[in-house]
């Protein structure tokens, strides 16, 4: 952590600001909440269709059951608290940064806007591949299991919970390469180390992928195992990237000192 403005302002200042930004913050998630829930309860029958289109080849009547008078209300609740949070997170993130940013060396600043942007690029591309690649296809798995004797009666909180969740964890798992390079920043993870445990790396995709997409489709478990394994690799290359960067920066202060 650098010299600047924080350094500088009591800590009664650093609380006041603090609380204000808080403040700011928890402002522009309500005002996000809010609209979601208007937008959605105003629109909800195009809202669950666009929901329910993943299951809706699988089921007979192509209709998911409700078991639940406010059922529909959690769902249309639940939406606008996720979407809510999205919407508001650039003034959350602008709030933080603004609060965190004058204590940081510019070289630092030059490092954690890249790492951010990456992060929710990251974030958006898993949660894209599980819904319209990897749920899809656990659906399809779902369904060619099932006895011709059974009748599958599906309600929608808990198809909404499945899916959700899923895309959720896919999302979260796609940060991999982002903690590695904050790990490698911190000098705590090593490409030395990534490369011994490569072949971990591919097993435990492998693992996770048959979890993630149960059943025998090969197809299925290659398009879940593959992009986690070329996670790995891309966080192996940052590592190797951040590890040249210090080193230069070690030398070139090395040189300074001389």
């Not at 529909?72 to 993130?93: C, E, H, K, Q, W």
């Not at 911190?186 to 097993?203: E, Y």
């Not at 290359?237 to 590890?243: A, G, N, Q, T």
């Amino acid at each position: 952590m650098g010299p600047g403005k924080h350094g500088e302002m009591p800590f009664l200042d650093h609380l006041e600001e603090l609380r204000w930004r808080i403040l700011w913050s928890l402002l522009a998630l309500v005002i996000a909440v809010g609209l979601t829930f208007y937008f959605l309860f105003t629109n909800d029958d195009f809202i669950i269709t666009f929901l329910a289109k993943p299951i809706l080849p699988y089921l007979k009547d192509g209709k998911l059951t409700v078991f639940h008078p406010a059922a529909g209300f959690r769902i249309i609740m639940n939406l606008s608290l996720i979407i809510g949070t999205i919407l508001a997170s650039p003034v959350i993130v602008w709030h933080l940064w603004g609060f965190l940013s004058p204590a940081l060396y510019k070289h630092e600043k030059k490092v954690v806007i890249p790492i951010l942007m990456m992060a929710v690029l990251l974030f958006l591309a898993g949660c894209a591949l599980s819904w319209f690649v990897i749920l899809p296809l656990t659906l399809k798995v779902f369904a060619g299991i099932q006895s011709e004797s059974l009748q599958p009666m599906i309600g929608f909180s808990e198809y909404f919970g499945f899916a959700m969740g899923m895309t959720v964890a896919l999302g979260v798992a796609f940060e991999l390469p982002t903690v590695i390079l904050l790990l490698s920043l911190l000098g705590i993870v090593t490409p030395s180390m990534l490369h011994r445990f490569r072949r971990f790396a591919m097993v435990g995709s492998i693992v996770l992928g048959a979890f993630i997409t149960p059943g025998q489709d090969p197809m299925s478990l290659l398009l879940m195992a593959g992009p986690l394994y070329a996670l790995y690799e891309l966080s192996v290359v940052l590592s190797s990237v951040v590890f040249r960067w210090k080193r230069r920066r070690e030398a070139a202060a090395l040189e300074t000192a001389d």
